[in-house]
C-alpha cells in the first residue's frame, strides 16, 4: 500500500463545474503540498498546509489531521485548470522527507 | 529574488555518455532535493542536500548516479554511462530550512537517452 494515495486517479469535469481531489496517508506527517504540474512544465506549489483550510482564488485546500485526510476543492473550474495536481506530506523524520502521492489528472472540458 | 533555476530545460544524450544536471536554489536557500518523475510515473525522491552534506540518498540508484552541493555554485546531479531508462524529467527543490518551510521547485530538466 503507497504511503499517500490520491482520488480519483482522472478526472475530467465541464467548465463550472465544482471539482475535489482527495489524499489520503498512512505516515506521520509535518505539512501536506498541494502541488499543479501542466504537460512537459514545471511543478508549482499551491499550498502548504499543517492544519484547517487555506483559500487561494478559486482554490481551497482543506486537511483533517486526525483522519489523515485533505481535500482540494475547485470552484467555478477552467479549462486552464486542466494539469495534473499531486498531493506530497513532510514525514516527520529527523528531516523533512518528502512522499509525493501519484497525481490527479484534470481535464477540464469548455 | 530569481526561482529555483534548472538548466538545461532540455539534455540529449546518447548511451554511454555522462549527463549533469544544475540545480541554483533560492537565494538564501541551504536545503536542496532532487527527484525524478519517470514517463507516465509519479514523482520520487532521489537525494536531499545540505551545503557540502548529503543528508539522505536513499533515493539514488546505487551505481552511476552522484550529486553534489558544494559551498559555491549550484547543486550537481550527475549521471555516468547513461542508459535509455534514465529518460525522464529530474526536478529540482529547495527550501530556507527543513521543518515547516515550504518547498520550491524548478522547472525541471528534461533528459532524453537516445
Known amino acids: 500500500k503507497n504511503e499517500v494515495e490520491q482520488s480519483p486517479q482522472n478526472l475530467t469535469a465541464q467548465e463550472g463545474e465544482f471539482i475535489t481531489i482527495n489524499c489520503s496517508y498512512s505516515?506521520?506527517?509535518?505539512?501536506l503540498h498541494w502541488l499543479q504540474q501542466h504537460p512537459g512544465g514545471g511543478i508549482v506549489s499551491l499550498f502548504m498546509?499543517?492544519?484547517g483550510k487555506k483559500k487561494h482564488g478559486r482554490l481551497i485546500a482543506t486537511i483533517n489531521i486526525q483522519e489523515k485526510h485533505s481535500s482540494l476543492h475547485i470552484t467555478a473550474s477552467h479549462p486552464r485548470d486542466s494539469a495534473v495536481y499531486i498531493c506530497?506530506?513532510?514525514?516527520?523524520?529527523?528531516?523533512?522527507?518528502?512522499?509525493f502521492g501519484p497525481g490527479t489528472s484534470l481535464s477540464v472540458i469548455p | 529574488n530569481a526561482g529555483v533555476m534548472q538548466n538545461p530545460r532540455h539534455l540529449v544524450r546518447r548511451r554511454g555518455q555522462e549527463a549533469r544536471l544544475r540545480c541554483s536554489p533560492m537565494?538564501?536557500?541551504?536545503?536542496v532535493y532532487w527527484y525524478r518523475q519517470l514517463p507516465e510515473e509519479g514523482l520520487k525522491f532521489m537525494v536531499y542536500l545540505q551545503k557540502e552534506n548529503i543528508i539522505d540518498e536513499s533515493g539514488m540508484p546505487k551505481e552511476r548516479f552522484s550529486a553534489e552541493f558544494p559551498k559555491e555554485g549550484p547543486s550537481i546531479l550527475r549521471i555516468q554511462q547513461v542508459v535509455r531508462g534514465d529518460s525522464a524529467a529530474y526536478f529540482c527543490?529547495?527550501?530556507?530550512?527543513?521543518?515547516?518551510?515550504?518547498?520550491?521547485f524548478g522547472n525541471g530538466t528534461r533528459l532524453t537517452v537516445t
Open positions: 505516515v506521520g506527517i509535518s505539512a
Open positions: 537565494k538564501g536557500h541551504s536545503h
Open positions: 527543490a529547495s527550501s530556507p530550512w527543513t521543518e515547516g518551510s515550504p518547498l520550491h
Open positions: 498546509l499543517s492544519s
Open positions: 506530497a506530506v513532510r514525514t516527520k523524520t529527523s528531516y523533512d522527507k518528502v512522499i
